[in-house]
């Protein structure tokens, strides 16, 4: 099928702003997470603040940003379902990524080579992330990918993530930090559509009929996810005690 005929914004624009916005939000609180992660002065503080952060830029600024950018895919005449394993599974992997590369710009001696390194780790856990998501995808037919257009998508997950986790070390001012949120969310939805713009498929309707959930079955759960973690980590944020937090500690 050729790639005009897919559709990125079924819904119109809605979907596009409401997954920018809940990027933004999600970088928000993951620098939010991150600050507090450097200025703690115990390495238990430290781990709990950066998997903290590791939910929020990979849960919620991340995979759920996917997410609602995907309710805006559509194939003309196709039914669409979604396996729900591994759509799960693509959200483990979004925040265990993210995890491990914010680890290395946390939890140990800041230096620009592990800076480079945690932002190639957790870019191509973004990247993996999209495409399984993209895998969950059952329908009466295939979907394959342009592969330029594949590994421009991984290089704007790495540089994000590169500039994501540079963001978490210089940021300090409250401008700042909305400057840098308002960037990563620019940053992820591009990696998302970028990767999007690879897609393409092929209706076989002689295949089986697609098993799974559909897209708006899923919503519900989603948002409710999402909702629990943006609430709880905005309640730790401003709830916790910081009286022993004197400065960073790298």
């Not at 759920?64 to 995907?70: E, G, K, P, V």
């Not at 870019?123 to 009466?140: D, E, N």
């Not at 996810?225 to 709880?232: F, H, K, Y």
């Amino acid at each position: 099928m050729n790639h005009d005929s897919i559709q990125h914004f079924s819904a119109g624009a809605t979907t596009f702003v409401i997954a920018y916005v809940v990027s933004v939000i999600g970088a928000l609180i993951g620098l939010a997470c991150m600050s507090r992660a450097r200025a703690e002065p115990a390495k238990a503080a430290r781990v709990r603040w950066t998997a903290f952060g590791a939910f929020a830029i990979g849960g919620v600024g991340i995979w759920l940003m996917h997410f609602i950018a995907m309710l805006g895919f559509d194939v003309p005449g196709v039914t669409i379902r979604y396996s729900v394993p591994l759509t799960a599974l693509s959200a483990v992997v979004a925040i265990a990524m993210v995890g491990v590369g914010l680890s290395l710009v946390t939890l140990i001696r800041f230096t620009r080579v592990r800076l480079l390194v945690a932002g190639a780790v957790a870019g191509l856990g973004v990247a993996a992330m999209h495409y399984l998501g993209m895998a969950a995808i059952r329908f009466r037919g295939g979907i394959s990918y342009d592969p330029v257009m594949v590994v421009l998508s991984c290089l704007v997950a790495v540089v994000a993530a590169t500039a994501a986790f540079w963001f978490t070390v210089v940021v300090r001012t409250a401008p700042a930090t909305v400057a840098a949120g308002l960037i990563m969310g620019v940053a992820v939805t591009g990696m998302h559509y970028t990767g999007m713009a690879a897609v393409r498929v092929g209706p076989d309707p002689g295949a089986a009929v697609p098993r799974g959930a559909s897209v708006f079955d899923l919503v519900f759960p989603v948002f409710v996810a999402g909702g629990l973690v943006m609430g709880v980590l905005l309640w730790m944020l401003f709830t916790t005690d910081d009286d022993d937090v004197l400065g960073e500690t790298a």
